[in-house]
């Protein structure tokens, strides 16, 4: 009997990982690791006397013990290094509490606010984490500390969760929606429910129709851009500003609230110079496994913490 053909999950986005070739790991004094255990996401990133590494990229799944652990898995695969080198492990995001090779759990909004001062630079004031759940808006000092914050609601609405739903609905890869969104003669009113179940009847009349696609797709993006928008401006935006997490990819959603805000979001490249002229990857989703990798480095640097290591 043929084997039925698979159905295309058009939310599924491409999984990563990457080792820094310039590093030899067993000659580092300090090795520290962050993973962020988000709901849509999971990120593993690993620092050797505070340096970029090796991350792993995946996808989180309904277990967040095995996600974790997937994650790190992900990261060290192409390394000769085990899980018992490190020092000092420190979950973050959603499933924080459930990271097995952790020894302790900061919240999210630390974590990115941390990360993105190493990822942008110390003059960041704003970061914007579009994330899978929800979306935080985090004023920060130039050490990457929190000053205040700002969430929004638990509707999937206006998160990546949200955009991934929206692209299975309309069957277009989620990486595609972006570019596409401006592929248009005009932009369009927005859809206007902020829930995600409203919107989807929404999307689906629309469809039901005949509305283009790509009309379709920037009726969305303008829609997630406003409401994040909203979040904002209840918090108030500080130059420089950044946006960290997965809807930081989509320039559909990007460009429109940079728009409606009147600012634009800061260069997506590495602050460090020399990360950026030797090529390093640089991903927006990496920004709370950072953070949680820096704060292990510096709890270790401050004796408020001990190493872990086996070997």
């Not at 599924?12 to 000659?27: C, G, L, S």
């Not at 001062?117 to 985090?138: L, S, W």
């Not at 009726?219 to 928008?229: E, G, L, Q």
């Not at 602050?271 to 709370?288: H, S």
Request: aromatic share 8%; proline share 4%; net charge neutral.
């Amino acid at each position: 009997m043929a084997e039925a053909p698979k159905t295309q999950e058009f939310w599924r986005w491409p999984e990563t990982n990457w080792v820094n070739p310039d590093i030899d790991w067993k000659k580092g004094k300090l090795i520290t690791a962050g993973v962020d255990v988000g709901s849509v996401s999971t990120q593993a990133v690993i620092m050797v006397d505070g340096e970029f590494f090796a991350f792993g990229n995946t996808r989180t799944g309904s277990d967040s013990p095995n996600s974790a652990i997937k994650g790190m898995g992900y990261a060290l695969e192409k390394t000769d290094m085990k899980i018992e080198n490190i020092d000092y492990c420190i979950g973050t995001g959603y499933g924080r509490v459930n990271v097995p090779m952790a020894q302790q759990s900061i919240t999210e909004i630390s974590c990115h606010a941390r990360g993105a001062n190493y990822m942008f630079g110390p003059e960041v004031r704003t970061v914007m984490d579009m994330g899978g759940q929800d979306c935080k808006a985090i004023n920060v000092d130039d050490r990457g500390k929190v000053l205040n914050f700002m969430m929004n609601d638990k509707c999937a609405a206006g998160t990546g969760r949200g955009m991934e739903v929206f692209a299975d609905l309309i069957h277009v890869p989620v990486w595609e929606i972006g570019p596409r969104s401006f592929q248009i003669p005009k932009e369009p009113p927005m859809i206007s429910s902020t829930c995600v179940v409203f919107a989807k009847s929404e999307v689906v009349g629309l469809l039901e129709q005949s509305v283009p696609e790509n009309e379709i797709m920037a009726a969305y993006c303008s829609a997630m851009a406003h409401r994040i928008m909203e979040l904002l401006n209840r918090l108030g935006v500080k130059e420089k500003f950044v946006i960290t997490g997965g809807i930081a990819k989509n320039e559909g959603v990007v460009k429109r609230l940079e728009k409606e805000l009147g600012i634009k979001t800061a260069e997506r490249v590495w602050y460090k110079k020399e990360y950026i002229e030797r090529g390093y990857p640089f991903d927006t989703q990496l920004a709370g496994a950072i953070g949680a990798a820096i704060f292990g480095n510096a709890l270790l640097k401050m004796g408020k913490a001990r190493s872990a290591r086996k070997a």
